[in-house]
């Protein structure tokens, strides 16, 4: 099984600042790496997928950027909206099994 | 629009069976792949199992191989998820999702307690 782990688990910014999280995979996933954004009492929503694509509506502020075994999302300058967990998920051994990042809750500084 | 309701959630005894219903609405539901994916209270995610469009290809996690069964029915526009011997550690919110791989869509969840 592919572990994907990320760091820090929790990030304290300000608004307008510049948000970097990692996500790194115990084996290579090529490009099959998603985002995923998630809020208190919602479910998650998809903002990256191919490493690097933002889905449908995403801002720009959102850019993923890694392949192999090292992955980043960078919040360019960070919303009020934001502030949520956000999880890394492979996807290279598709449809035998999803798995998902411990997450990175981004918090208010 | 793109619509997964799931329903069927609860609480229940540890041992005992549960099934979960998504009712699909705004797409072509026999076109796509789908997935349950949970959540335990206050941690992240899990995939649970997967199905293929025909229902002809299921593959289930390893942590719930031999107790859930996955199906679908086209006709209804509906995913399901039986699960038997359940035990405290299933204990989550459980998404049913639109999976491409990635997951574009995904229901609102569905509560399931394991507890005595």
């Known amino acids: 099984e592919i572990v994907m782990t990320q760091s820090p688990a929790t990030l304290s910014v300000s608004p307008g600042e510049r948000a970097t999280l990692s996500c790194r995979a115990s084996q290579s996933v090529s490009s099959n790496l998603a985002w995923y954004q998630q809020k208190p009492g919602q479910a998650p929503r998809l903002l990256i997928y191919?490493?690097?694509t933002r889905a449908t509506g995403i801002p720009a502020r959102f850019s993923g950027s890694g392949s192999g075994t090292e992955f980043t999302l960078t919040i360019s300058s960070l919303q009020s909206e934001d502030f949520a967990v956000y999880y890394c998920q492979q996807y290279n051994n598709w449809p035998r099994g999803l798995t998902f990042g411990g997450g990175t809750k981004v918090e208010i500084k | 629009q793109v619509q997964l309701v799931e329903s069927g959630g609860g609480l229940v005894k540890p041992g005992g069976s549960l099934r979960l219903s998504c009712a699909a609405s705004g797409f072509t539901f026999s076109d796509y792949y789908m997935s349950w994916i949970r959540q335990a209270p206050g941690k992240g995610l899990e995939w649970v199992s997967y199905?293929?469009?025909?229902?002809?290809?299921?593959y289930y996690a390893d942590s719930v191989k031999g107790r859930f069964t996955i199906s679908r029915d086209n006709a209804k526009n509906s995913l399901y998820l039986q699960m038997n011997s359940l035990r405290a550690e299933d204990t989550a919110v459980y998404y049913c999702?639109?999976?491409?791989?990635?997951?574009?869509?995904w229901g609102q969840g569905t509560l399931v307690t394991v507890s005595s």
């Open positions: 199905i293929s469009s025909s229902g002809s290809t299921i």
């Open positions: 999702a639109r999976d491409l791989p990635t997951i574009d869509y």
């Open positions: 191919g490493a690097s």
